[in-house]
């Protein structure tokens, strides 16, 4: 079992893995009319306060470009959610509302996402990934 393991390509896993968490949380979300990339910058937001829109990019730029997270930021302002000082962006009231609301939700895809895996497991697994990346970094 572990020398079949090893054959099969960590890269396939690591889209696989990615595209699946992608499918299905944008699935949960899509009655809101939000992807994971909303809930990644919407939480991020609540997160900290406030972030320029360069702040935000650096941080979830790797699954968005630039134009997409002006869109998401847009789409935020126009909810209600969100506010722009200059290139800063901060939550509205209603905004660190509907965090609470998708938290719930999100709550619900991570337990979905580690069915069947314990915590170990799953500490294993993302020190293995950064591992990964700072070996090839």
Same mark, same amino acid.
């Given at each position: 079992?572990?020398e079949d393991?090893?054959?099969q390509?960590?890269g396939?896993?690591?889209k ?12 949960? !979300?899509a /009655?809101?009319?939000?992807?994971r990339? @909303?809930?990644?910058?919407l939480?991020?937001?609540?997160? =900290?306060?406030?972030? #320029?829109?360069d ?9 968005v ?8 930021v847009?789409?935020?302002?126009g ?5 722009r000082n200059?290139?800063?962006?901060? !939550?509205? /009231?209603?905004g660190?509302?509907?965090? @609470?609301d ?7 895809? =991570?337990?979905?996402s #580690?069915?069947?895996?314990?915590p170990?497991?799953y ?13 090839l970094?």
């Open positions: 079992m572990a393991l090893l054959r390509p960590i396939l896993w690591l696989r893995a990615d595209e699946a968490i992608t499918r299905y949380t944008n699935s949960v !979300l /009655e809101r009319g939000l992807t990339f @909303h809930w990644q910058a939480n991020l937001l609540s997160e =900290r306060g406030e972030m #320029t829109l702040g935000l990019f650096d941080e979830i730029g790797v699954f470009s630039r134009s997409e997270l002006e869109g998401i847009s789409d935020f302002e909810r209600g959610w969100a506010a200059g290139d800063a962006v901060s !939550l509205t /009231e209603a660190v509302q509907a965090r @609470h998708v938290f719930q939700q999100m709550n619900a895809v =991570r337990e979905a #580690t069915r069947g895996i314990s170990e497991d500490a294993t697994t993302v020190r293995t990934l950064q591992q990964l990346v700072q070996n970094s």
